[in-house]
């Protein structure tokens, strides 16, 4: 059955969550879902997804999609944007594809000011493939590569504040997380919008659950987001300049 809410995004469909159980991605596609419903932009977006578990998303919404090799997606999204600078580019990828292999791509776009919206969903490890220890895994977590806890030394990535120094005036940077799903979808809607207006490059990294990866259970799950949160700082970390 198709949702009264945001009908022409979500296709019918009566399958399961492509995701694991307690997963963030789940509740950031809605949001943006729902979002690009709001706006009314639907006939105009493209939505980028890289390898690693974004790419499940690529059939949620009836908009035009395509999957990139991993690391690619938004050097890819910046030449889809060249290539049809009217549409509404939206590039979708974890924090491996944006913040290790994708790195040099993501900094280069924000550093020419590429007209178009990255979300990165950061959950501290490389889900998809076992959780092995990723760019932002926090100090003395366990992970697949560290089982005796990440080395205290290193410290972990902070994409949104690197990117800040690169910005240009017009950029738009921001780092949201899905236990406040509100804030969330406000920022994308930021994000898209200052594409919308012409102003340049915009980036949200949303910190997200894995609790599977995490071996967690409800309780802990939340409990590991509030320390997360501590390092990861929410808010919006770079405004466009008026």
């Known amino acids: 059955m198709k949702s009264p809410r945001y009908p022409d995004t979500i296709k019918e469909s009566s399958k ?16 943006l879902g729902q979002l690009m419903a709001d706006m ?3 006939k105009k977006t493209v939505f980028a997804i890289d390898i690693g578990c ?3 998303a690529w059939d949620y919404y009836d908009v035009d ?7 690619r997606t938004t050097s890819t999204a910046v030449g889809m944007k060249m290539a049809n600078p009217d549409a509404i580019i939206v590039a ?13 791509n993501l900094i280069y776009a924000c550093h020419r000011n590429d007209n178009i919206t990255v979300i990165l969903v950061n959950n501290t490890v490389f889900s998809m493939t076992g959780g092995q220890m990723a760019p932002t895994t926090m100090p003395h977590e366990v992970t697949n590569t560290t089982p005796n806890g990440a080395f205290a030394p290193e410290k972990p990535f902070l994409g949104p504040e690197m990117l800040a120094h690169e910005a240009h005036e017009g950029a738009y940077i921001a780092r949201a997380a899905v236990s ?3 804030q969330a979808y406000s920022y994308m809607k930021n994000a898209i919008q200052n594409q919308i207006d012409g102003k340049g490059f915009s980036f949200v990294e949303i910190l997200s659950y894995c609790p599977i990866i995490w071996k967690t259970d409800a309780k802990e799950t ?3 987001m509030e320390e997360i949160k501590k390092t990861f700082l929410v808010g919006e970390i770079k405004k466009p300049n008026k």
């Open 16 to 31: 399961p969550s492509n995701f694991c159980p307690g997963c963030g991605h789940s509740i950031i596609l809605k949001n």
């Open 40 to 42: 009314k932009i639907e």
């Open 54 to 56: 974004s790419l499940l």
């Open 65 to 71: 999609t395509f999957q990139t090799h991993h690391g």
């Open 92 to 104: 979708y990828m974890g924090d491996g594809g944006g913040l290790a292999i994708g790195l040099q």
């Open 180 to 182: 406040n799903p509100g």
């Open 222 to 224: 939340i409990k590991f």
